[in-house]
Nanobody
Framework: QEQLVESGGGLVQPGDSLRLSCVAS????????IAWFRQVPEKEREGVSC????????YYWDSVKGRFTISRDNAKNTVYLQMNNLKPEDTAVYYC????????????????????WGQGTQVTVSS
C-alpha cells in the first residue's frame, strides 16, 4: 500500500521551532516531486514549499520565505520541513504530497498536480 505519513506537529509558542517529517512507504520518493501544503477550517488549502526530485531549487511561498526550509533524504525515503520563528498565522493542518516527476524539472505549485497525500499533522502556534 502506497502511503505518506506526517509527524512532528504540536502546540508551540510564537517564535518557537518545529520540524515536520513525512515518510513514504510502499513506493520510493526519489522519483517524485514533494510539496507541503497547509489548511485551516473554512479556508482553501495553501502552498508552503515544494522540492524537486534531486533536492535542487526548492520553492517557498511568500508567507514562509526565510523562516521555513524544505529538504529531503531519499535514502531514508523522507522529506522534512524545518519551521523557525513560528507565528500564530502558521496554525494549520500540514500535509505532505507527492507526484511523479514526469518531464518537469521544477516542482509544481498547485494542489491538483499532486495525487498522493498524507493524513496531515496539526501545528498550533499560540501564547
Amino acid at each position: 500500500q502506497e502511503q505518506l505519513v506526517e509527524s512532528g506537529g504540536g502546540l508551540v509558542q510564537p517564535g518557537d521551532s518545529l520540524r515536520l517529517s513525512c515518510v513514504a512507504s510502499g513506493f520510493t520518493l526519489n522519483d517524485y516531486h514533494i510539496a507541503w501544503f497547509r489548511q485551516v477550517p473554512e479556508k482553501e488549502r495553501e502552498g508552503v514549499s515544494c522540492i524537486g526530485t534531486s533536492g535542487g531549487s526548492p520553492y517557498y511561498w511568500d508567507s514562509v520565505k526565510g523562516r521555513f526550509t524544505i529538504s529531503r533524504d531519499n535514502a531514508k525515503n523522507t522529506v522534512y520541513l524545518q519551521m523557525n520563528n513560528l507565528k500564530p498565522e502558521d496554525t494549520a493542518v500540514y500535509y505532505c504530497a507527492a507526484r511523479q516527476a514526469g518531464q518537469w524539472v521544477l516542482c509544481p505549485r498547485g494542489t491538483v498536480a499532486y495525487d498522493k497525500w498524507g493524513q496531515g499533522t496539526q501545528v498550533t502556534v499560540s501564547s
